[in-house]
């Protein structure tokens, strides 16, 4: 019996602070430092506001917190490239946790991509640096639907997801929130129906327009094996998992009802039957005219993206748990400006259902002293109904 991956004490050396703890003591490590168990008598901030909880205070994390803005990263992904980099545990367990030690946010997400999973269905892509991914052989016929392979056995195909996402709660233990996270199908077949990223959606939407009888089966393929992939992610330890719709602004409000919400509510639907108590976070980028259509949406998150007013959103959706939407370039400004948008923020959601969150991921170049000034107003906010600290806020 292996013994699990942990961390010694913060401030240690990159490469010799994961080290494996003793199978017969797994409550304490060679290093002498607790290793934190999955669960906890009091579960983390972040869950707890995601189930729709009152809390103490906003809990906050970023999308794309692990990546190039930081020194720590680009050590490695300098010299390392993209898929080996997310696909080796030990690396990807390192990346994850870089922000977490660094800027203490909420949410410890696992360092790895959308398309992921793909291999894992017979759909190879490589991520080209400063072109981004690429996939050799786009799908664009029904054959080629055909020939893609069910999800069958994420721990063979994906054997190192259990290893990161386990991991990671071992290391957070109820200090923080691990997240998983998918594609939506819509996203993950434009990918794969365009080969890159294209800023027109082509061929997709020749498809989409043409021949929607292939996109549709596409997307109930991907769509049954995400479903199988967030199950496997809870599995491993993750304790919320955010499905993101990265390419929904290439849609309009109906092609977005027809194309890629019902395929997302599958997902969210089929696994609260396996998983019920997990939550689960539907970020459309490009929400901005489709905020009513996301009222249907069971997801018991919604993320907004930075165009979004999040007084006018959470009017169209009262009562739902939100998470954004700070536009991310801000935190290339002052902390004037960035205190000045977080407090506007938890001032129109009442410090209430919310998840504080940038609209987009953190761009590179981004001062890493400002991704921590905007986790640590986070920290400091707090809501009168709690008796605690309560921000000054912009009116």
């Known amino acids: 019996m292996q013994g699990q991956l942990c961390r010694g004490p913060l401030g240690t050396p990159a490469g010799p602070a994961l080290h494996r703890c003793s199978p017969t003591q ?3 490590c060679r290093q002498s430092h607790r290793c934190r168990a999955a669960g906890s008598e009091r579960d983390p901030l972040l869950l707890r506001v995601a189930r729709g909880e009152d809390a103490e205070r906003t809990p906050v994390w970023l999308m794309r917190q692990a990546g190039r803005y930081m020194a720590d990263f680009r050590k490695f992904s300098d010299k390392i490239p993209f898929r080996v980099r997310s696909e080796t545990a030990e690396i990807a367990i390192e990346l994850s946790m870089q922000p977490w030690e660094a800027f203490r946010p909420d949410g410890v997400i696992m360092f790895s991509d959308i398309l992921t999973p793909l291999p894992a269905l017979g759909i ?10 690429v996939i050799s052989a786009p799908i664009r016929s029904m054959e080629a639907v055909q020939n893609m392979r069910p999800m069958a056995d994420p721990d063979k195909d994906l054997p190192f997801i259990r290893e990161i996402l386990s991991t990671l709660r071992s290391n957070v233990g109820d200090q923080s929130t691990v997240l ?13 129906i365009e080969g890159k990223a294209d800023r027109h959606c082509i061929q997709t939407k020749q498809m989409m327009l043409k021949n929607p009888e292939i996109l549709r089966a596409m997307l109930d393929n991907l769509t049954d094996a995400l479903i199988v992939y967030v199950c496997h992610q809870i599995d491993s330890g993750a304790q919320v998992v955010q499905l993101f719709d990265s390419w929904a602004h290439h849609l309009s409000p109906a092609q ?13 639907a089929e696994v609260k039957v396996v998983h019920p108590n997990t939550p689960l976070i539907f970020h459309a980028n490009g929400g901005t005219g489709k905020l009513e259509s996301l009222g249907g949406c069971t997801a018991d998150v919604v993320g907004l993206d930075w165009a979004v007013d ?12 939100t998470q954004g939407n700070m536009d991310p370039m801000v935190l290339f400004g002052g902390e004037a400006a960035i205190r000045q948008a977080v407090e506007e923020t938890i001032r129109k959601t009442g410090g209430k259902r919310h998840i504080l969150n940038v ?6 170049g981004t001062p890493e002293e400002n991704v921590k000034f905007f986790c640590q107003l986070a920290h400091e906010s707090g809501t009168p109904a709690t008796g605690a600290k309560e921000p000054a806020l912009v009116a």
């Open 180 to 192: 998983g996270f998918v594609g939506t199908p819509w996203t993950l077949a434009a990918y794969a």
């Open 256 to 268: 977005f009802r027809e194309f890629s919400l019902p395929y997302a509510q599958r997902i969210i």
């Open 124 to 133: 190879e892509f490589d991520v080209i640096k400063g072109k981004g991914p």
């Open 359 to 364: 609209g987009h991921g953190v761009v590179q």
């Open 310 to 321: 999040l007084q006018d959103a959470r009017r169209t959706l009262p009562g739902r748990v």
């Open 26 to 28: 797994p409550r304490t």
